[in-house]
């Protein structure tokens, strides 16, 4: 059957950057079965053959990866139309154009989901219509169910998807197979053997030009309330009875419930952002005077929590999650903390505890572990077994395509886990805008606020 995704917000950033390299990959590698289109809208007053060109140029810019002739293919199924994404007579107007069953992506801020998923009730959906919804879905738990109860109104829940591309990621999807291929890990997998789980994702990164989004959002709700909350989930799950849509979004959702927020926001939180510095001899400026950078938001460029999961497996288990841009060094890993044996046979000393480390970019898993020495067989030395995880065929959006082509839901966001985060995040984001916890300052290029 014939697809066609209408990407709203077709000429933005994130469509040149990652939604069309991701449609490519797939036309490489055989993954589209049946015709695949594409009709972009947005507020250009383009012609297809206008669109085309820019899309080239993007697909030569993020690309280069997938060869010329099939990004040619790709740029040959585009099509453009010009229209406001809340105007129910321009998506009407648009879906018009679309043979076949539509998957409606909004590739759009945030601000502007609620207005046009409002619009597209009061148009005619297509049978079979997909709606893809990108993070972060909604501001508060208020407004996430606000857009839950208009979604529910247009299309049943298995067709939704509300994205988080880390679910796509290839560390992410092995944890998967780690735990649940395999009977070492799963009878340690708990409160009795495991001591804190840190879920970092740090980077050496600026704002890069992002502060029309990034100044009215911050480091919390861009990573901590929706990528890493999704990386938690998947660690502290139950078992699934299947790996699919369903089963891994019923457990997650119950992970989440019992999630609480920090106790003490004062201890539990640390917010900050960054100041002038040097990154690998590159200079960057204080975050307060980039462009369109407004300092009286004090919004956060590091930002950290921890929280506990009230449940059996868990409980009294730490788990401690943080982001921060324009840091020093790039460590960006799951990494589980076991707790140390009982008794120790070699000695008086304190052995470290075996560490288990999910990292990304580049995907490897590595197992500390303390073994026998090579120079004093009775004194104990640090080991690590590393396993690098091969190049993936596809990207995370082009895997996250591919299950939107294909119907499936196994990587999406269901309506119960968009709700809870918010729910795990709302106290933070209150105690920080009361003044709770002073908001930091850390020079780029350093390893962050000092209180952290």
Do not use: C
């Not at 007579?89 to 076949?100: F, I, K, Q, S």
């Not at 589980?336 to 052995?351: D, I, M």
């Not at 396993?387 to 309506?415: H, K, V």
Request: net charge negative.
């Amino acid at each position: 059957m014939q697809v066609t995704f209408v990407v709203l917000g077709g000429s933005g950033d994130l469509t040149g950057r990652l939604l069309l390299p991701g449609l490519a990959e797939l036309f490489e590698h055989g993954a589209v079965d049946g015709e695949v289109d594409l009709l972009a809208v947005s507020q250009q007053d383009w012609s297809d053959d206008d669109y085309r060109d820019w899309a080239r140029a993007r697909l030569a810019e993020h690309a280069g990866h997938v060869p010329e002739a099939t990004r040619d293919r790709l740029v040959a199924r585009l099509a453009h139309q010009q229209g406001d994404v809340t105007d129910p007579a321009d998506l009407a107007e648009t879906l018009g154009r679309v043979p076949g069953r539509p998957v409606v992506y909004l590739a759009l801020p945030n601000t502007v989901f609620l207005a046009t998923l409002e619009a597209l009730t009061r148009v005619d959906l297509p049978e079979g219509t997909t709606i893809a919804v990108e993070k972060p879905f909604g501001r508060d738990e208020a407004d996430a169910r606000a857009l839950n109860a208009v979604l529910h109104r247009l299309v049943p829940e298995q067709r939704t998807f509300r994205v988080d591309h880390f679910l796509a990621m290839q560390t992410v999807l092995s944890l998967l197979g780690l735990r649940f291929g395999n009977r070492l890990f799963e009878p340690i997998w708990n409160a009795g053997h495991v001591e804190r789980v840190e879920i970092v994702f740090d980077e050496p990164l600026g704002l890069e030009g992002r502060a029309q989004y990034y100044d009215t959002a911050g480091a919390l709700r861009d990573m901590l309330q929706n990528h890493l909350l999704q990386q938690l989930a998947l660690i502290a799950m139950e078992p699934p009875t299947a790996i699919d849509g369903a089963g891994l979004s019923a457990r997650k959702a119950d992970v989440l419930r019992a999630v609480r927020p920090p106790a003490d926001m004062a201890r539990d939180t640390v917010r900050a952002r960054y100041t002038a510095g040097t990154i690998d001899g590159r200079a960057l400026p204080d975050y307060a005077g980039e462009d369109g950078v407004d300092p009286a938001r004090e919004t956060e460029t590091y930002a950290e929590y921890t929280v506990t999961i009230d449940n059996w497996r868990w409980a009294g288990v730490p788990f401690r999650l943080r982001t921060g841009k324009a840091l020093g060094s790039s460590r960006q890993e799951i990494a589980v903390w076991f707790k140390p044996v009982p008794h120790l046979a070699f000695g008086s000393g304190t052995p470290e505890p075996d560490v288990l480390r999910m990292s990304f970019d580049p995907d490897h898993i590595a197992l500390e572990l303390n073994l026998n020495g090579a120079d004093d067989p009775f004194e104990l030395e640090r080991r690590a077994l590393d396993i690098g995880l091969p190049p993936a065929r596809l990207s995370a959006y082009g895997l996250l395509l591919q299950e939107m082509l294909t119907g499936e839901r196994t990587l999406s966001i269901s309506d119960a886990e968009a709700e809870e985060s918010w729910r795990i995040v709302e106290p933070i984001l209150a105690a920080w805008a009361g003044g709770e916890v002073p908001l930091l300052e850390y020079p780029a290029g350093s390893a962050g606020p000092v209180r952290a």
